[in-house]
């Protein structure tokens, strides 16, 4: 297999160097400014392009779209365009015209689309959606999520305010930059009816999109979820308590804990091991995909899947706007 990687920031670096691990030993990068390759690229002989157009004409067999949020969706049809299946990092856009007519790219028998919302990869979540699938939940009543990081932490080498989570022309913004809860709402408890969320730029931060936001809705399913974001705390937040007819469920990103608990007593939990890492999540959703081309498998993460979420984080961004419900 030969991959192109279209972007050569920490992700996209992430991305090579992962494919790398995978034994893909034909790579190529894409990076329109005249820079040297970062350092932190393992393989060597990675050929670099600062022309996309020129390095499609490269017969790549896959193509990893990780530039800023704003382009997602031009690279994208482009990579499809050229016959190429094709990992898009999340959000697969940010803005809803954008959307327009974007299905008609896609052959159902041609090229696959996996969006990059790798915490489906989670052993704690999938240890919920079992739960869940097996009834041990029985009716579930609310969910709330909370997820807070200090964005200037993200790229300590770089200044926040130039990244493209922190600029409103790049598609930035805590909710798209963050989509990964809606994500995982959506695939867990079903896509919402409707949608209302307050925030905005409620922090010193130096940023041009929302650095806050807290958002509410009613899945098809008749659960009721909240969600809270920011980019301000430290140290990072990431939780979710799930209140059910049978049992409380939590699971902790951080302290890398999952808990089924009835009427106060824990029944089951899932503790990952000190030694786990997250890029592990980025690895096995890349091999899964990879493995799965030959036999034309559906991706874990669809690009209808993508469109859907999208749908919810900028029906977020309406609501907070004109401090109304939004319908989906």
């Known amino acids: 297999m030969k991959a192109l990687v279209i972007g050569l920031g920490s992700i996209g670096v992430r991305h090579l160097n992962n494919l790398h691990t995978l034994e893909v030993r034909e790579l190529g990068a894409v990076r329109t400014r005249n820079l040297p390759p970062p350092a932190q690229i393992v393989p060597k002989d990675v050929r670099i392009f600062q022309n996309l157009d020129h390095a499609l004409q490269q017969d790549f067999d896959l193509v990893v779209v990780a530039n800023p949020t704003s382009l997602h969706l031009a690279t994208l049809i482009q990579a499809l365009k050229a016959g190429c299946h094709v990992y898009v990092e999340k959000p697969i856009a940010h803005e809803k015209r954008q959307l327009a007519g974007l299905l008609r790219h896609v052959d159902p028998c041609g090229p696959r689309v996996l969006v990059g919302c790798q915490l489906r990869m989670h052993p704690g979540l999938q240890k919920i959606e079992e739960w869940i699938q097996q009834g041990k939940l029985g009716k579930i009543h609310s969910v709330q999520v909370d997820l807070g990081e ?19 022309d790049q598609g930035g913004g805590v909710i798209l930059t963050l989509i990964h809860e809606l994500d995982y709402l959506h695939w867990l408890f079903g896509k919402p009816v409707n949608v209302f969320a307050i925030g905005g730029h409620r922090t010193s931060l130096e940023v041009t999109a929302e650095d806050t936001a807290l958002i509410s809705f009613e899945t098809e399913q008749g659960i009721c979820v909240q969600l809270r974001m920011d980019y301000w705390r430290k140290p990072p937040v990431r939780h979710m308590n799930i209140v059910a007819e049978n049992a409380i469920v939590d699971w902790d990103y951080h302290s890398r804990l999952t808990t089924f608990k009835q009427n106060g007593r824990l029944m089951e939990e899932i503790a990952l091991p000190p030694t786990w890492d997250r890029n592990e999540l980025f690895l096995s959703m890349m091999k899964e995909f990879i493995e799965g081309i030959p036999h034309g498998s559906i991706p874990r993460v669809t690009l209808q899947n993508g469109i859907d979420v999208l749908n919810t984080a900028l029906a977020a961004k309406k609501s907070i706007q004109t401090q109304r419900l939004v319908k989906l």
């Open 150 to 168: 200090y964005l200037p932490d993200w790229h300590p080498w770089e200044d926040y305010r130039q990244s493209y989570a922190a600029r409103a």
